[in-house]
C-alpha cells in the first residue's frame, strides 16, 4: 500500500516540460508544484509486484479513479483474490475503508493506517510539494543543489528536508532531469541521515501531452533483497461521472 | 444433648466400611473444591499481580490524537503526572506506556518486533524495583543496564528473538519504525541483556528504557504517551476508587491562550479560544454573536475563520483581510510563540470576554495549541468562567475530550472511532481501571471461575446423592432400633437429631480429611516444574510452578456450605425416621 501512494504521488507530479539555467532548490520544487496538479480526472490501472526476502513475490493489482477538484478518490482491489472487491472512498473530508465480505463501510481518519499499512489516508491527499519540503542549506547557506549526469542524463540533484512533522521521510534527495524537470532517483532518509529506500523511475509516457511515470521500481535500503515494481496501464483523462465517487458504486462495483 | 452426640458418634462406626465410602466421596469432593477455589484465587494473585500490573497497571490513562488509537500523545505529561500524584496517594508506580512496531535487523535476520518502553527505577521500592526485574528472567547481561548511558539505546531481548536475529549480549540491532509523527525512522538498538521469556508473550517484545524510547520515537521531553499506574494497597478493591477520583480531576476545561495580538505597530492583550466545527456549535455562535463585517466569500464561523473581538478591532483599528500576529508564552518554551492569522470576521460588542477574544476554528486553533502548549492563567480562567451560565461556552472547545468510562477494551475503541467521525482535532483521553482495560484479561478469571464452580457442584450433586441413598439405608436397617429408643421414651427430635448430627460428623471429618489432602496435593503440584514457554498459559504460572493460593476464609465458606447441604439433604429422611410410630417400627421385619 506505500507504493501505492508513492505512485499516485508521481502521478500528480510529472505533466509538464520547463527549462531554466540558474535555478535553486525553491524554483525546482515550484516547477514540480506547477506541474503537479491535474487538471482533469484520471483513471488508471495500477500494478504492484512486491518482492521480499521473506515472502516471496506478491501481486497487487487495483483500479484507481480521481477527481482534484473536490479531493475525491475510489480504490477499488481487483487482485489478489483475497482483497478483491475491498476498497477505500473518499469524498471531502471523509474518507471510508469498504470490506465487501461484511459488506460495510467503515470510517477511518485521514491519520489512520490503511489495511494494516504504512499508507495512510492522508498520503492520498494532494499535497503541495513546496508546502512539504523545502532546500537544505549547507554550513556557509550554500543549498545543495548540484549539476550532474545520472547515466548520460544531466540532472539536477538536489537535497530537501520536511517543512511539515506529518509526512513519511523527514530527508530527501532528488535527481531532477535538467532538461523537463521529471524526477528519475529519490531517495529517501530517515532522521539520522540513514537511507531507508531508494526510488527510480524507469519509463515515461505522455498521454494528452502529461508525463507519467509508467514504470517505478522502489528498493528498500533498509532491509536488502525488498524492492517493489509499480506497473501503470489504461490511463485516461476523461472526466468521471459523480456517480463514482459514492459508496453505492463501489458497492455496486464490489459484487 | 451430650448422649445424641455420643450416640451420633458411636453409630458412624457401626456401618465402617459404608461410612468411610461415602466419607472418601466427601473428602475427594472437598479436596477437588479447596484445590480448584487456590488455584483459582492463584491465577487471580497472578492476573492481578503480575499480568495487569506490568501490562496496564492498575489504573491506565492513554491519550490519543486525531481519534486515531495508534498516535498516542499529550504534550502536558508534567500535568497528567500532577495530577496522578495528588489525586491518587496510594500509587506504588507510575509508568509512562508506550509501544512502537518495528521491523528488526540483526546479524543475518530480521524480524517484527514491539518495542516497549519500562522504567526500572519508577517502582516504589527497591524490593519492587527487584520483584520487577525478576519478572524477567536474564540468562546473559543485566536488567539494570537498559540505562546504562555508555550502550548506544541499550535493549533487553528474548532469548528466542535473539536467536531469529541472531545476536548476542552487546550486539547491535538495526530497526525501522514510524515514529510518533508517522514518519519512517531507524535507528541502532544495542542488546544490553537477553532473558528467558516467562510466557509467549513476553517473546515478542524488546524493552527500552522508557526516556530513549520517547526520543527515538519523536516524543518531547514533556510529552507523554499513556500512563500505568500501580497500587499499593488492595488494588481489586481500591482501583475503582481512584479511578473515579482520576476521571473527575481530567475534567477538561474551556481551552485557551493568553497573549497578544499585535497588528501594525499597536498590540494589545487578548484571548485565543477556539470554536466547534459541528453545526449545532455553529448555530449556537450564530444566535448569540452578531457578525459586524465578514470577508467574502467566507461564511461565518466556517473552516479557516477568524473573528476578532468588538474591544480588539477598536483598539488595534483591524479590518477584515488584514492579518495580524497572535503571540503568548508557552509553558515549556523560553521565547514567545507567535502565530499569524487573517481576519475573516468582526463580530459585535457581546460585553463578555469574548470582546477581548480572537475567535478561531478549532482545527487552525489545534494546531497551534498542542504543539506549542500554553501557559495556563487561573485568574483568567475565572473570568472565562463568568460567562458560565452562557449558552455559548459550550460552542468553544475544551483542552481535550474525556471519554466516558468504557466498561471493556472494545467500548473504548469504538469511542475513538466515533470521535474519528466527527473529525475533531482535540486530544482524547481516556482513565480506565484495570476492570476496564484488562476486560479480557479479567474475563478469562472469570470463565476460569465459572468453569471450576460448576464443575464442582455437579462432582457435590453426584455426592449428596449418595448421602440421601446412605441415609435412607440406614434408617431402613434402623427401623426396629428406631422403634426401641421410642418406645423406652426418646422423643421425636431426638431421634431426628441422632441422625443430622451423624450426617453432620461424617461430613466434618471427611471435609477435614480433604482439606489435608488438598494441602498434600498442592505441594506435590507446586513442586512440578513445568515448562510451557510457547503456550499462551504460560502466563499463569509463577518461574514454571502452578501457583495455589488457599484462604482461610475461602475454607472455612465451603466446609459450612457443605455441612449446610450435606444436613439440610439429611433433613427430610431423618425427619421421615422420627415421626415413625414406635409400634409400626417395632413391627417392622425385613
Redesign the interface.
Known amino acids: 500500500m506505500i507504493i501505492i501512494k508513492k505512485y499516485f504521488f508521481y502521478i500528480l507530479l510529472f505533466t509538464s516540460i520547463t527549462f531554466s539555467s540558474q535555478i535553486t532548490i525553491k524554483e525546482v520544487l515550484e516547477k514540480i508544484e506547477a506541474i503537479h496538479k491535474l487538471p482533469q480526472d484520471i483513471t488508471a490501472n495500477v500494478t504492484l509486484i512486491q518482492q521480499k526476502?521473506?515472502q516471496g513475490i506478491r501481486k497487487f493489482e487495483v483500479l484507481y479513479y480521481r477527481r482534484d477538484s473536490d479531493d475525491s478518490y475510489l480504490i477499488v482491489m481487483l487482485y489478489p483474490e483475497s482483497e478483491k472487491g475491498n476498497g477505500y472512498l473518499r469524498v471531502g473530508?471523509n474518507f471510508w475503508m469498504y470490506r465487501k465480505n461484511t459488506r460495510t463501510f467503515?470510517?477511518?481518519?485521514?491519520?489512520?493506517?490503511i489495511a494494516g499499512s504504512?499508507a495512510?489516508a492522508q498520503d492520498f491527499e494532494r499535497r503541495p510539494i513546496t508546502e512539504l519540503y523545502e532546500g537544505i542549506k549547507d554550513s556557509t547557506g550554500k543549498e545543495l543543489i548540484t549539476e550532474e549526469k545520472l547515466g548520460q542524463i544531466p540532472v539536477y540533484k538536489l537535497e530537501i528536508k520536511?517543512k511539515v512533522?506529518?509526512?513519511?521521510?523527514?530527508i530527501k534527495k532528488l535527481w531532477v532531469r535538467k532538461d523537463n524537470y521529471l524526477i528519475l532517483k529519490e531517495e529517501?532518509y530517515?532522521?539520522?541521515k540513514?537511507l531507508?529506500?531508494t526510488s527510480y523511475f524507469l519509463k515515461y509516457t505522455t498521454v494528452k501531452d502529461k508525463f507519467i511515470p509508467v514504470d517505478q521500481l522502489y528498493i528498500d535500503e533498509?532491509?536488502k533483497g525488498n524492492k517493489t515494481q509499480v506497473k501503470i496501464t489504461g490511463i485516461s483523462f476523461e472526466k468521471l461521472d459523480d456517480k463514482i465517487f459514492t459508496k453505492a458504486y463501489l458497492e455496486n462495483l464490489s459484487k | 444433648m451430650n448422649f445424641i452426640v455420643y450416640i451420633a458418634l458411636r453409630n458412624l462406626l457401626r456401618q465402617k466400611r459404608r461410612n468411610i465410602l461415602l466419607g472418601i466421596s466427601i473428602a475427594f469432593g472437598m479436596m477437588i473444591l479447596v484445590l480448584a477455589n487456590s488455584f483459582s484465587r492463584g491465577m487471580s494473585e497472578i492476573i492481578f499481580n503480575k499480568i495487569i500490573k506490568y501490562t496496564s497497571g492498575h489504573i491506565s490513562v492513554s491519550f490519543s490524537?486525531?481519534?486515531?488509537l495508534?498516535?498516542m500523545i499529550f504534550k502536558d505529561g508534567d500535568r497528567v503526572f500532577n495530577i496522578a500524584k495528588n489525586k491518587i496517594p496510594d500509587i506504588s508506580s507510575l509508568q509512562e506506556a508506550i509501544g512502537i512496531m518495528a521491523?528488526a535487523?540483526g546479524n543475518k535476520g530480521?524480524d517484527n518486533v514491539i518495542m516497549i518502553g519500562i522504567d526500572p527505577y519508577s517502582y516504589g521500592t527497591k524490593k519492587e524495583e527487584q520483584e520487577a526485574a525478576e519478572n524477567f528472567k536474564i540468562i546473559d547481561g543485566n536488567f539494570f543496564d537498559l540505562t546504562n548511558p555508555n550502550l548506544e539505546n541499550p535493549v533487553l531481548i528474548s532469548d528466542s528473538k535473539a536467536r531469529t536475529l541472531n545476536v548476542k549480549l552487546h550486539d547491535i540491532i538495526?530497526v525501522?519504525y514510524?515514529?510518533i509523527?508517522?514518519?519512517?525512522?531507524?535507528?541502532r538498538l544495542t542488546v544490553a541483556g537477553i532473558f528467558k521469556p516467562v510466557n509467549i508473550f513476553m517473546s515478542a517484545p524488546i524493552l527500552l528504557y522508557t526516556k530513549n524510547l520517547k526520543k527515538i520515537a519523536?516524543y518531547g521531553p514533556h510529552d507523554i504517551g499513556g500512563l500505568y499506574i500501580t497500587l499499593k494497597t488492595d488494588p481489586k478493591k481500591n482501583a475503582k476508587k481512584w479511578t473515579d477520583s482520576l476521571y473527575n480531576a481530567f475534567k477538561p476545561k474551556i481551552a485557551y491562550a493568553y497573549g497578544n495580538l499585535s497588528y501594525k505597530q499597536k498590540s494589545v492583550s487578548a484571548i485565543a479560544l477556539g470554536y466547534k466545527n459541528d453545526s449545532l456549535s455553529k448555530q449556537i455562535l450564530m444566535d448569540s454573536i452578531k457578525i459586524l463585517n465578514i470577508l467574502p466569500p467566507k461564511k461565518p464561523f466556517g473552516k479557516d475563520g477568524i473573528a476578532i473581538g468588538f474591544l480588539l478591532q477598536k483598539e488595534l483599528g483591524i479590518k477584515v483581510g488584514d492579518s495580524c500576529i497572535f503571540s503568548y508564552q508557552p509553558k515549556y518554551e523560553d521565547k514567545n510563540y507567535c502565530q499569524k492569522f487573517y481576519v475573516t470576521t468582526l463580530i459585535e460588542e457581546t460585553k463578555t470576554s469574548i470582546d477581548n477574544s480572537i475567535l478561531i476554528n478549532e482545527n487552525l486553533f489545534y494546531d497551534f495549541y498542542y504543539n506549542h502548549w500554553p501557559k495556563s492563567y487561573d485568574s483568567l480562567l475565572v473570568s472565562l468562567i463568568s460567562f458560565k451560565q452562557s449558552k455559548i461556552l459550550n460552542a468553544f472547545v475544551k483542552e481535550w475530550i474525556l471519554l466516558k468510562r468504557a466498561k471493556t477494551t472494545q467500548e473504548l475503541q469504538k469511542q475513538i472511532?466515533e470521535i474519528?467521525?466527527i473529525?475533531s482535532r482535540a486530544i482524547t483521553i481516556s482513565v480506565q481501571s484495570m476492570y476496564e482495560s484488562a476486560s479480557v484479561v479479567l474475563g478469562l478469571e472469570v470463565a476460569l471461575n465459572l468453569i471450576t464452580f460448576v464443575a464442582v457442584m455437579i462432582l457435590f450433586f453426584i455426592i449428596l446423592i449418595g448421602v440421601v441413598n446412605s441415609l435412607r439405608m440406614t434408617i431402613k436397617e434402623r427401623t426396629r432400633e428406631i422403634g426401641t429408643i421410642r418406645a423406652i421414651g426418646m422423643q421425636k427430635n431426638h431421634v431426628r437429631n441422632i441422625f443430622l448430627l451423624e450426617t453432620f460428623f461424617l461430613t466434618l471429618f471427611s471435609c477435614i480429611c480433604g482439606i489435608i489432602m488438598a494441602f498434600v496435593v498442592m505441594t506435590g503440584l507446586s513442586l512440578i516444574k513445568i515448562d510451557v514457554q510457547d503456550n499462551p498459559l504460560g502466563m499463569l504460572l509463577v518461574n514454571g510452578h502452578i501457583k495455589f493460593v488457599p484462604t482461610f476464609y475461602g475454607i472455612v465458606f465451603y466446609t459450612t456450605v457443605i455441612l449446610l447441604i450435606s444436613v439440610a439433604t439429611a433433613y427430610f429422611p431423618s425427619k421421615k425416621a422420627a415421626r415413625m410410630s414406635a409400634a409400626s417400627a417395632l413391627r417392622h421385619y425385613e
Open positions: 526476502a521473506s473530508d467503515q470510517h477511518i481518519n485521514r491519520d489512520e493506517n504504512n495512510k520536511a512533522t506529518n509526512i513519511d521521510y523527514p529517501s530517515s532522521s539520522s540513514t531507508m529506500q533498509f532491509e | 490524537q486525531n481519534g486515531n495508534y498516535r521491523r535487523i530480521s538495526s525501522r514510524q515514529d509523527n508517522g514518519q519512517h525512522q531507524t535507528c519523536g472511532r474519528a467521525k473529525k
